[in-house]
């Protein structure tokens, strides 16, 4: 009995103490991991002061850096404005060169390509394909009364490489003052040459006159008078290389919504010196022949006629110019009749054509030709023609064949 109260009186005891162990023992681990966490603590403490040392640095930095831009910043903002002010009030070369080129410069052309068939006076057959004009023209408004004017031409077998067709300065503006001058290279105020064909009229074959020139004229109202100066090419026999050829021309156009007239006379003292003309005589004749021209074209809604004569006023010497054992005296006409219409909104032009010359058979122009044709507008500055041509020559009593010769000929034109 004694012995189990004692054993219960132990059992009591450790009951007390095991416990108690087990909590001192979790405790003094518990207190462990505060010191670690307590040291952690302590060099992450260590490593963000550190952090905050460099980004106190770099900011401080960064603040030089950004002060030392915005006193470098500055001056160069205000001296980019100061640019872009003077680039927006005096443009730069290429801005100029722009400028002026968008202003005072304008292109313009035209390429014609033709398909052509022929019967010539002895029967022989012949076509061919050809781009028959390539032309680009540069127009210069250099001043309100200041202009130029540039053309290159290229014509399949005719200008080969491309030529300078015409180039001349205009000094003047006829809206604003009556007088003008033109000088350079250019076709003088000879002839007229309007035609709704697709081949050149015969006036045109006969007297049209490229030179180096000098114009004054005047225009007011429609009215309009001009003379010209050149050297020729061909010269009067034991006279020096000088200028002594020169014309005259005088005219009226009148143009409203229904009727147009346009009239013209002009006179030339050396027909010799026509493109033709000079191509066939000697460098030196014995007299300059004179030459006169006249046209007059009436316009009455779609209807327009046209009528031209150009010829010489004097018989050349049988030597330089010969028709049937005498000295020749060319002359030629165009009489044309074309009516403009409309066919589904496309512009459509019918004409017929009578032309002729007179003692031109040197010249190998044909005594009388026959044309009609017909064109019709495809698309703005793009037309297809179509044009038949009958020739006759001159009569075996003149020196001809008395043959005809017969040729159909297609253009493509483009014009802008």
Known sequence: ???????L??????????????????TKALEQQVQELARQLKELQAQLASQKQIIKANEDLLNGSRRDFQRERTP??????????????????????????????QLSGLVEAEVNYSKDYDDNDSSDITLATAE???????????????????????TEPVD???????????????????????????????????????????????????????????????????????????????????????????????FGIDVGLGWINSLADSDTLKDILPSEIDDYVDGITGHAILSWQGLRLIGEYLGALDDFKVSELEFKG?????????????YTFQIADHETVFALAYQGTDE????????ERYLG????????????????????????????????????????????
Request: glycine share 10%.
């Open 9 to 26: 009186i132990i059992f009591t005891i450790f009951s007390f103490l095991l416990p108690a162990a087990a909590f001192a023992a979790d």
């Open 360 to 367: 031109a058979l040197a010249l190998e122009l044909p005594e």
């Open 1 to 7: 009995m004694k012995f189990t109260r004692n054993l």
């Open 164 to 258: 300078i067709d015409e180039a001349y300065i205009f000094l003047g503006n006829t809206d604003k003052f009556p007088l003008f001058c033109q000088v350079g290279k250019l076709y003088v105020p000879f002839g007229n040459f309007e035609s709704n064909m697709i081949s050149d009229p015969l006036t045109l074959e006969l007297g049209e006159t490229r030179e180096s020139a000098i114009v004054v004229g005047a225009e007011y109202n429609g009215l309009h008078i001009g003379t010209y100066a050149f050297n020729g090419d061909i010269n009067e026999s034991g006279d020096d290389d000088e200028i002594k050829c020169f014309g005259a021309d005088a005219g009226y156009v009148f143009e409203n919504d229904t």
């Open 326 to 338: 005498d000295g020749a005296e060319p002359k030629a006409w165009n009489i044309e009749l074309g």
């Open 136 to 158: 680009l023209d540069i127009d210069v408004n250099l001043h309100e009364y200041v202009k130029s004017h540039i053309m290159f031409l290229w014509e399949e077998d005719e």
């Open 373 to 416: 044709s017909c064109g019709v507008g495809l698309v703005d500055g793009l037309s297809l023609a179509l044009e038949y041509a009958h020739d006759k020559d001159y009569d075996k009593g003149d020196g001809g064949s008395g043959d005809n010769a017969d040729s159909v000929t297609m253009q493509l034109s483009l014009e802008f």
């Open 76 to 105: 160069l903002q205000e001296q980019v404005e100061k640019t872009e002010a003077a680039a927006a009030n005096e443009p730069g070369a290429l801005g100029e060169g722009l400028n002026f080129l968008n202003n005072r410069v």
